[in-house]
């Protein structure tokens, strides 16, 4: 069974204070990971996708990276509004093509 | 307007009774999805559907049924709702090719009384 296990649940920053969120997954065989944003009272927004070890995305103060085990979501110099809850999601690469396996997230909040 | 139209926003329900969520998307996806949402347990996968022939039991569709309308509506109903459908709930659409990068509407909070 795919699992996706996410930490810390959550956490709180200054404002230019720089972190990193964690990803680590179980998959049988990876078709992708990725990294989806999910504002209060609004549905996730997809942000990154990546595919294979030592692969990096970057947009704005944000970069995702893959290990064969994790993925980390570096956050340089952060802003309020990159607060958010941060879903971090595998696709397996054998059977249908369509389900993902969401992680439970991590609630970011940035302090002014 | 936005892609991805859920209805209602918010609904407070009985026990027993009989709730349709409706969702709506103007992306001309031919995929779409129905998630929940709970604290402490993410998100988890409904139902699908590919087409409008096509409907498929995700990892919880016990206590759910769905219903597609047209390419651009995909109904959820809970046939007899009880508290622990209580939950906000996602609709998602995708296109074949890149299933991964799945567009959500702004999601139904539901409570079961």
């Known amino acids: 069974e795919d699992q996706v296990t996410q930490s810390p649940e959550a956490l709180r920053l200054q404002e230019g204070e720089s972190s990193s969120l964690n990803c680590s997954y179980t998959v049988s065989g990876l078709r992708g990971l990725f990294w989806y944003r999910q504002d209060p009272g609004k549905g996730p927004e997809f942000l990154f996708t990546l595919y294979s070890a030592g692969e990096e995305k970057e947009k704005e103060r944000l970069k995702a990276t893959l290990t064969k085990k994790e993925s980390f979501l570096h956050i340089t110099a952060p802003k309020p509004e990159d607060s958010a809850t941060y879903l971090c999601?595998?696709?397996?690469?054998?059977?249908?093509?369509?389900?993902?396996?969401f992680g439970k997230g991590t609630l970011l909040t940035v302090n002014p | 307007d936005a892609d991805v139209t859920q209805t209602p926003r918010n609904r407070i329900t009985k026990t027993g009774k009989r709730i349709m969520l409706e969702c709506s998307q103007t992306k001309g996806h031919d995929r779409m999805y129905w998630y929940r949402q709970d604290p402490g347990l993410g998100l988890r996968l409904i139902y699908y559907s590919f087409d409008v022939k096509d409907i498929n039991k995700g990892e919880i569709s016990d206590g759910y049924s769905v219903s597609r309308q047209a390419q651009a509506k995909f109904s959820l109903s809970l046939e007899s709702a009880i508290p622990n459908q209580t939950a906000l709930y996602f609709c998602?659409?995708?296109?074949?090719?890149?299933?991964?990068?799945?567009?959500f509407g702004a999601g139904t909070r539901l409570s079961v009384l």
């Open positions: 998602a659409t995708s296109d074949a090719q890149q299933t991964y990068i799945q567009y």
């Open positions: 999601a595998v696709q397996a690469s054998g059977g249908s093509n369509y389900k993902l396996t």
